[in-house]
């Protein structure tokens, strides 16, 4: 088959998808619009599996395909076409969108099976399955814009599916408007880059990138890539435009799963590392995008530490390790930080989807506080969960261990880091093993606190074996990209199969050299061995001794306060922003518009009436008046040639 | 002769309107007049080659001699895609006033198709008094139409309406006899030919305020840009879209606003070159600010048409940014947005008559959870609002991107200002979507007496083409676009002396 | 016998004279009086000052024009006061009253 036939099936089948759903959106058949759905995506599964097997068999730096469709506006030199790019990159990435995606349809027909909006569901998550396929794919700038923000729109129907629930409808909108905020930046940094290279064509765009580095803040590539960064910071959740994804949960689990955990969010790391060379031309844009993603990564993962639902908590570790994902790119570790990408969708799908089992097992139920000892009532979901909790915690062989550790040793050692950046990141590290542990606890273990009349029941098959596929590939995924430092010891030396994969397309910053393999080790073991003791410090505290941590808490309540509320951040951006714009438009309103320019055309309005009635006055009716005025315009006429 | 029958031919339908015998059958004829007007119009896309710059079908007829006034009309690639629009738009507003208009129909039917010869009239004349007459006309059907089926205070509306347009235009009159002189004074014989006005060259002095050429720009692009309407001068746009019935919103957004964008082009910018590029600032920077102040203001209004109303201050902030800043990428763009312009917030009106028609009321507060009572009319209404954001694929983001591109390449600031418009489109329109659609059902939504029905197929019917447009002109601009890439090339490589010839001649 | 040569001294200026006094005495008439009667009674006043001074003009200036004139301006005079009569006699009869100053209905 033809690459433009696998890749005509592989965008066909999910809007395909969409609409024969949409068009039975009324429809309540789970299974049916599940069928459609999964199968829609599976399809598009298939289709990845074959291009990245054609890519396979082509020469290591010629593996791309370029399907181009047509020209989508071509005006003066501004040609942009309905154009795809497949290689390495963006051929890894649809086999973990749509790979991933289809475990999530799967697991949606069970946990949707009671909505009668299910139809309209599966049509929403295929729109959104190809909108990420065009963001993925897509060869400019401009094709990726679309499904950037194609995927924002599916978000922002998927969040607010329950619409009827006004929360909700607004967690979405706002998701809606601070990505727009981000897309806003976006689109200066494509007109950055288009007036000044003449392209948004992506390969031409990275083939131009200077080899220089540029050194000033306002030089063009460092202006175009820190707007497309603040593009990123909004799509991807981080620091200052984080403040949706945590509201984003009000939309169904598979959701969060899918959208706000595995794919979407991550779409502003994949595109940095698309445009890596130019990223790399750009030391300072690197700089902020590094500090952004080590900052986000305390930030989100102290506030992880004091919430109560299990989302939340999830949606709080999204954004913390979106952060490290981040703080690689910034430190140049472009590969590391696909990988982390990779092993994150994996890994947070996982813990989404058991959440979401959790949560379809407690009806409903979301608080943590309200579980505890689920254990016992939900054996698979707790077993594939942990398995999770370990990947995300950095358990030494588990897959968030290899790029997580890539990304410390990286921020550490790369001419781009720096040792306060791994410092943050140990911090996130450590707070990371702390409140998931906690979560664990407060979730599956300790003493039940479940209400009298829940029966917390295991999931139907159909969600079981999503959480299983996941389970086994966070366990496993992690052995891609085997570090250098750890293939050495270990038997045969595996290769680093990712970074030698992306070998032609992802750039190395310059000045890199080898590192010093007993300095690696010892950061190594530092991060673990940090990350254990605030493990078992949790289990501690929340297991054996659940007093501790209220006395603990109440002692600093103040501060625990002030973490829980998420450092007030919402209220400070509504109090210093949202409220004053609208109160600001309101003035604008009353005053401008209303009191002043109407009123302006009234005055204009009354002067012409002021000098109507008294031109009116003249004119009494009086015929003795009138023939007044003619003898006086008669007198005045003749003196006045009179005296000429 | 296609031109003056495009332009005449609602004329004699008016004529026939009034003539007609039985009332009941007026709707239907009137909207199958309107169809074959429409059909009629895509003659246009054999008989115009849109490879030449040049002025097109011309009909050129000496109407009064002593002053040169001629009859004269042309087509070119800038007028082309209004005139199609103006003709598109008649049949859906005819079929969407079908139950609104209840009162005197036949009166209603004949302003309808009276202000259609004005509009085309206005797009298609290439004589200064003939445009004049086509432009005056044409407020005189909106002002009854406003007036007679308007809202409550329909009066005050449609005088401020009136008065606003009135002002400006009588300076342009000034002004276009004021043009006529030179004329005389330049080639011997007066004229008020439009393509005799091109060939003058009116001196300009920049740092004068009181030089000629100032003053002629200034009186033209004034009256002008009350019609856009250009902030600040766009307090009567939100009035008259409130008090007008539906189909006068829909003209009045879908056409008339674009007659001012239109004479920015066919008029101002050819014929003041220098003063045009010497004051551009300020067109653009009221086009900026128009854009933000329009998004911030609607972003509060309580009435959903007023917010709409406020929506076009904005989006019309678009065009006139994009055609001050004068490049090929940023013309186009207005010239697409315009069409935009008139797709999707003339479906934003039909839509919002078409909810008024049901609750007779647009006080966003009494509304909510319409999603769940009216689905279907949900998802026109979601489609349409994500075409007026500019979401890609939808027509909007094609307008806005040249745009905005197009600003970035000129001035870089404005286009930063702008993009924030953006933003706030997207957090006005979905605020006002979310109290509408979601959340609990509002005291109109939940009245168990009143139980809202969906849309009917009459009603689908309207809003079908719209959204047929709205993924076309997303999806394939490029068809659109080559239908006015000669003109705008060639008006954009001759701005200094732009002349136009006639297709056919020597 | 009388010297007449006094009156070969009366001169156009007396004429004229003679032509304004009374056209004043006429428009005074007009701008003073309220009876509606007496105003167009003093109209014909003012018509026949023009008329002497047509004729004068017509004598020194040997020349044919002014009297022919004059009869025009009668007959239009003549005209007028039948008209000018008829409205006020029918005003009369509707409102009893030839006071001008009750007919101001025509104040803007």
Redesign the interface.
Known sequence: MDHTAIVSVLFASPLLGFLINGIRRNHHSANVAGAIGSLAVFISFVCSILLWIDLQGMAPDARRIHVVYGSWMAIESLKIDFGFWIDQLSSLMILIITGVGFLIHLFSVGYMSHDKGVAKYFSYLNFFIFNMLVLVLGDSLVTLFVGWEGVGLASYLLIGFWFTDGEKAAAGMKAFIVNRIGDAAFLIGMFIFFVSFGTLNIQELNSMAPTIMESTWFGIVTLGTLFLFGGATGKSAQIPLYIWLPDAMAGPTPVSALIHAATMVTAGVYMIVRLNPLFIAAPNTMMVIAVIGALTVVLAASIGIAQNDIKKVLAYSTVSQLGYMFLACGVGAFTTAFFHLMTHAFFKALMFLGSGSVIHGMEGEQDIRKMGGLKKYLPWTHLTFMMGWLAIIGTPGFSGFFSKDEILWMSFHSPRGHWALWVLGVIGATMTAFYMTRLMCLTFWGKSRVAKTLHPHESPATMLIPLFVLAALSVVGGYVGIPHIISEILPGHPANILEHWFQPIIKTVPGLVAGDPAMEWGLMGASVALALISTILAYQLYVKNPSAIERFTQKINPIYQLVSKKYLVDELYFGFIVNPIVRLSENLWAYIDVRFIDKCTYWAGDLMKGSGSFVRSLQNGNLQTYAMYIGIGLVVALSLVMMR | MILSTLIFLPVLFAIVIALWPQKSTIRPIALGFSIAHFIFGLTLFREFDPNIADLQLVEKYMWMERFGIQYFLGIDGISFWLIQLTVFLAPLILLASWKSIDKNIRGFHICFFILQTAMLGTFLAFDAILFYVFWELSLIPMYFMIGIWGGARRIYATLKFFIFTMAGSLLMLVAIIYMMFLTQQAFGTMSSSLLDFYKLSIPFIGHEFFSMQTLLFFAFALAFAVKVPLFPLHTWLPDAHVEAPTPGSVVLAGVMLKMGTYCYLRWVLPLFPEATEYWAWIFIMLGVIGIIYGALVAMVQPDIKKLVAYSSVSHMGYIIVGIFVFNHLSLQGSLYQMLNHGISTGALFILIGMLYERTHSREIKHYGGLASALPIYTIFFFIVTFSSIAVPLTNGFVGEFLILLGTYKAIPMAAIFSVTGVVLGAAYMLWMCKRVFFGEKGPLVADAHHPLVDLNAREIVILVPFVIMIFIMGLFPNVFLKWSEASVDYLIKNKANYELTIKGAK | MINADFIVDVGISHYLILSAILFSLG?IG???R?NAIV?LMSIELMLNAVNLSFITFSKYNSHIDGQIMVFFVMTIAAAEAAVGLALIVSIFKRYKEVN??F??????
Do not use: A
């Not at chain 3, 007919?103 to 803007?108: S, V």
């Open positions: 428009m007009v701008l003073l309220k105003m001008i100053r007919f101001e209905h025509l104040k803007g």
